[in-house]
């Protein structure tokens, strides 16, 4: 490490500021603001024993149920998703499940034991700094200029782990990054402590690390480089575990799909012996219906007889009537005739008497007789 640049040795200060003065500040910050609350007595184990069911909640993704839930169902809601390695940091997976707790379904769990999950016997200084970052985002009462001042802390840190595996910062890079360092830590501390914390970290800047220290730093950056490394492993090994997981979906799509055969066959069974029912049902109301029928055909067959009759009757009325009108005409038509030739023989008979008289009495004529 005797080639480091100026800028390496600078970013190598950086880190060890972060991590020591970092860590103690923000552990402080949490005792002040999270173990204080009367529920935790001041301790971490308490207070990871406490909210060991939430944050089990925030680690699950599958939003499976726990022995700790209640019956209704889990009322905890995930706030922020928990990385597996800070759960791991948190609680260690070897307990004693209870097997009533545990509830399958249809190869399916339906249900997990939390007392599988084991409180670690760990304090809140040995966290690192995402760790207690995590914890206080969503446990402690942060005003937004500390929220600010946490972010910033955060992302400081980050980017020193990431830098040191990848290019260094410049000079005035690293510059601005201890000065953001020391007012956000200083903002993060008690007031009481904050001359305390400003000069460590003033003494970190003008410090020259030996060799030695350097070497210890670089092992230690290795060390959290290993732990991401480790944790892209975990992913690419489940990544490798996606067949096996294939072939358990595969297997419970089988089973599901004999348990769909037979619910469909089943419904079909009900579905059949409804319509049996509705057939019957149809094939009576016909009958009935049928026999409705014919009764009304009967009485219009009768009413048709009736009818018939009627119209006969009628027609023999009809006839007679018109018989009636005829002979009543031809009488009339006769005795017109009979009548116009007697006025015929009258008018003749007239005619002769007038001739006769006026022969003898032309200026005084008698009418002819009506
Ligand atoms: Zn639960
Ligand atoms: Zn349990």
């Known amino acids: 490490m005797s080639s480091c640049t100026r800028e390496q040795r600078e970013l190598m200060k950086l880190f060890k500021c972060v991590i020591d003065t970092g860590n103690e500040v923000l552990s402080a910050y949490f005792d002040l603001k999270v173990l204080s609350l009367p529920q935790y007595g001041g301790h971490f184990t308490q207070f990871l024993e406490k909210e060991k069911h939430f944050l089990y909640h925030q680690w699950e993704q599958k939003r499976t149920m726990c022995c700790a839930c209640p019956k209704v ?32 379904h249809g190869g399916c769990i339906q249900q997990l034991c939390l007392h599988k999950f084991v409180t670690k016997n760990i304090a809140a200084h040995e966290l690192d700094i995402s760790v207690l970052s995590f914890l206080l985002r969503i446990f402690a009462n942060m005003s937004i200029s500390e929220k600010l001042s946490l972010d910033t802390v955060s992302l400081c840190r980050s980017s020193i782990c990431h830098a040191w595996s990848t290019n260094c910062f410049p000079m005035a890079e690293l510059n601005k990054m201890w000065i953001d360092i020391e007012t956000h830590l200083i903002n993060l501390s008690e007031v009481r402590y904050r001359r305390i914390v400003q000069k460590q970290i003033q003494a970190f800047r003008k410090l020259e690390v030996d060799r030695e220290e350097i070497a210890e730093l670089s092992n230690h950056i290795n060390y959290m480089k290993e732990a991401v490394d480790d944790f892209n492993h975990h992913l690419n090994n489940n ?16 089973n599901d799909s004999h348990q769909i055969q037979k619910s469909v066959s089943d419904q079909f069974r009900a579905i059949k012996q409804a319509q049996d029912a509705v057939v019957s049902l149809v094939k009576s109301e016909a ?64 005619k002769t008497q007038t001739q006769k008289s006026s022969n003898t009495s032309p200026a005084n004529p008698k009418p002819p007789p009506i």
């Open 73 to 104: 169902g889990c009322y905890i809601r995930r706030i922020k998703k928990m990385e597996t390695w800070i759960f791991q940091k948190l609680y260690e997976a070897n307990g004693i499940e209870d097997p009533a707790h545990v509830i399958k």
């Open 239 to 254: 990544h490798n575990k996606v067949p096996e997981f294939v072939k358990k979906f595969e297997k419970l799509y089988i």
């Open 287 to 350: 009958q009935c219906f049928k026999g409705m029928h014919e009764s009304v055909l009967a009485k219009m067959e009768d009413q048709h007889v009736t009818t018939k009759e009627e119209m006969v009757k009628m027609r023999e009325s009809q006839e007679r009537k018109n018989d009636y009108y005829k002979e009543k005409k031809r009488n009339r038509d006769r005795l017109s005739i009979e009548s116009s030739v007697q006025t015929g023989k009258d008018q003749k008979l007239a």
